[in-house]
């Protein structure tokens, strides 16, 4: 059987900054070619949709899986899948992901029949029973776990046992030197653990891995490392090194073996705080860059997004990172009620720290709680716009100078850290880069204003909606800890879901409040 993996194109931020290796789609073939599968993977980040269709017609297919990670490309992934199938009718199109996990039934009535299934949940897990099905009984697919047709769908998707039994293809990626993120170019990518224990507002990640969290082992980790060809590595865990015992075991079995990498990490505050000396050595290892999601400069909009950390431990955490002599990413949420003065405030605030700050647009994704307790009504259901670089929620402000303050206030981050600035702070970097060959990053110091831009952002709002969302519910009346599981793709197994020690666990509890001790 012949088994294709494809990633759809790129969204507007990962056009000026970053452009990841699809690792999720890489597991997903590696595990189709494990199964048996005569495997193949096209990434349309990197390539264009006619290089998709000239494989489909001389190849041919037999299964052919569509990555579906971003709410964004929903519209492009539903038109693959029709351009697919018109092109070879008999192949079994299957769409999967974190997005696609919220959606099923969405997708396959926008498919008319052109999608043949949605695989919610870990891909690992589901596909060899699926495959399995497609081969032997394909006019029962839709009883196999996490897999949604138009005539059903089976039991709730399971975990992958063993995250130490999987591994990405990487072999399958053809231009491996299109991938960067800042100035790690080429940049790979690699997961330790995966899951998130908290449970913040905005954020679907513990709704899909229903509050679980599993780590690699360390032997695992140092094995996938030094596979890795790329001197640039982004290390995908939604939180890094929560638990210090962990994260020092790899950092020194990787200090054995003489691994020489730089990394990128993403982490809390209250982590950092914690684990102090973790993230000292993974400075010794090559820990280039850090990101922090602070989320907000002031204690009430840390109390939106529930984030349950004080403001002013935040303020330490990013001394502690300075202190690192690295280069730190942080993230605040715009929300769509903020007016010309809050920006304002914002803007100062960026020019006064050192910091790559990064402003997204608050913005209800289907499978966070503020899907379905936002009260405030969506102003749009084009999935395009559902980018964090779109006010999907109505604008104080009229929505044009909402565009000009939130693009101005972006500039002052792109002005200090890209462009000439970049050239002048970084030379010596970026001569290494350009010497070996790569030019992703240089090439993009200048795209800024081609891609942020009031305008086009207010012209993304006036194009037709091909395809629109179901809008979202009210929640039922329900609140809390039962709202929080009517979102779970893989139903909470508690405590034992979580592969933490019991002073972490301790941690995360408190992090997240006392009355949320007891929940799932």
């Not at 081969?135 to 769908?153: F, K, L, M, S």
């Not at 007016?339 to 913005?363: A, L, Q």
């Amino acid at each position: 059987m012949k088994f294709l993996a494809v990633h759809p194109s790129p969204l507007m931020y990962t056009k000026v900054f970053l452009r990841l290796e699809p690792l999720g789609l890489e597991l997903i073939a590696e595990t189709a070619r494990r199964y048996g599968c005569e495997t193949q993977l096209i990434d349309l980040q990197v390539e264009p949709a006619p290089a998709l269709f000239r494989l489909v017609e001389a190849w041919r297919p037999d299964v052919i899986a569509i990555s579906l990670n971003y709410l964004a490309n929903v519209p492009e992934v539903v038109d693959l899948a029709k351009a697919c199938k018109q092109r070879l009718p008999q192949a079994f199109i299957v769409v999967g992901g974190h997005s696609a996990s919220f959606i099923a039934d969405e997708l396959l009535e926008h498919g008319e029949e052109a999608i043949d299934a949605v695989l919610k949940g870990e891909g690992e897990s589901g596909l060899p029973l699926l495959l399995e099905a497609i081969e032997t009984d394909r006019a029962n697919v839709h009883a196999v776990p996490g897999v949604v047709t138009t005539q059903g769908q089976g039991p709730q998707p399971s975990f992958v046992t063993d995250l130490n039994r999987i591994s990405p293809a990487r072999d399958l990626l053809r231009h491996r030197n299109k991938y960067f993120l800042g100035m790690l170019d080429p940049c790979a990518s690699i997961e330790f653990s995966r899951g998130c224990p908290w449970d913040c507002s905005f954020c679907s990640a513990w709704t899909f891995y229903g509050r679980s969290y599993r780590t690699l082992h360390p032997d695992k980790v140092v094995e996938e490392v030094q596979r890795v060809r790329e001197p640039g590595l982004f290390i995908v865990d939604d939180v890094a090194f929560i638990q210090e015992k962990l994260g020092l075991e790899i950092g020194e079995a990787l200090a054995r073996k003489g691994v020489k990498k730089e990394y990128y990490l993403e982490t809390r505050g209250d982590v950092l705080l914690r684990n102090k000396d973790v993230f000292r050595l993974w400075k010794e290892l090559g820990m280039a860059y850090m990101f922090l999601g602070i989320e907000a400069i002031d204690s009430e909009g840390l109390e939106r997004y529930r984030k349950r950390i004080d403001l002013s431990r935040n303020f330490e955490a990013l001394e502690f990172a300075r202190s690192l002599d690295i280069n730190v990413a942080i993230n605040i949420i715009a929300d769509t009620d903020w007016d010309h003065e809050r920006f304002r405030v914002v803007r100062e605030w960026c020019k006064e720290v050192p910091e790559i700050v990064n402003i997204s647009i608050n913005t209800p994704y289907p499978g966070t709680e503020i899907w379905l307790t936002e009260s405030r009504k969506l102003s749009t259901l084009d999935y395009r716009l559902f980018d964090i670089q779109h006010a999907v929620m109505p604008t104080r402000m009229p929505l044009e100078e909402f565009y000009a303050e939130l693009v101005e206030t972006q500039r002052i981050m792109f002005t200090k850290h890209m462009g000439w600035s970049a050239i002048r702070k970084f030379g010596k970097s970026v001569g290494r880069i350009l010497m070996r060959g790569q030019t992703n990053f240089v090439g993009n110091l200048w795209k800024f204003d081609k891609v942020f831009n009031p305008a086009l952002q207010l012209a993304d709002h006036r194009m037709p909606v091909k395809y629109a969302m179901k809008p979202p519910g009210n929640g039922d009346g329900k609140r809390g800890k039962s709202l929080s599981k009517s979102l779970y793709i893989h139903q909470p197994l508690g405590r034992s879901g979580r592969q933490l020690d019991d002073a972490s666990e301790r941690f995360v509890d408190q992090s997240r409040g006392a009355e949320q001790v007891t929940e799932g």
